[in-house]
C-alpha cells in the first residue's frame, strides 16, 4: 500500500486548509485511514480517522472536534481532512495512515502544516 498526501502549507490563526491522502496498491486490505499528526518536541498523535468501509462514525482527538472533519471518497481511493479555525498549537508534521484488516500500518510522507498566530 502507498499513500500520498498533500495541501500541508502556511495559514494564519483561524484559518483553513485541506489535506488529501491517496492510496494505491493492495487497497482492499485496508480497513481504516487516519491523520496522525506531530508537534515539534512532541509524539506524534492520533488527528482523525475513519473506517473506508461499512458504517461507523470518524474519531477525532478532543483537540480537533469541531474544527476538523475527516472524509472519504472510495471512488477516488481518497481521504480528506477539512481543518478549519486552525489554532498555532495545530502546528505540525500530519501523516497518513493506514490500517489494514490484519493490524499492518502503513504510513505516508508528511506534509507540514503551520499556523501563524
Known amino acids: 500500500v502507498q499513500l500520498q498526501a498533500s495541501g500541508g502549507g502556511l495559514v494564519q490563526a483561524g484559518g483553513s486548509l485541506r489535506l488529501s491522502c491517496i492510496r494505491s496498491g493492495n487497497i482492499a486490505s485496508i480497513n481504516t485511514m487516519g491523520w496522525y499528526r506531530q508537534a515539534p518536541g512532541k509524539e506524534r498523535e492520533l488527528a482523525a480517522a475513519?473506517?473506508?468501509?461499512?458504517?461507523?462514525?470518524?474519531i477525532y482527538a478532543d483537540s480537533v472536534k469541531g474544527r476538523f472533519t475527516i472524509s472519504k471518497d472510495n471512488a477516488k481511493n481518497m481521504v480528506l481532512l477539512q481543518m478549519n479555525s486552525l489554532k498555532p498549537e495545530d502546528t505540525g508534521v500530519y501523516y497518513c495512515n493506514a490500517d489494514s484488516y490484519w493490524a499492518e500500518s502503513y504510513w505516508g510522507k508528511g506534509t507540514l502544516v503551520t499556523v501563524s498566530s
Open positions: 475513519i473506517r473506508i468501509r461499512g458504517g461507523g462514525s470518524p
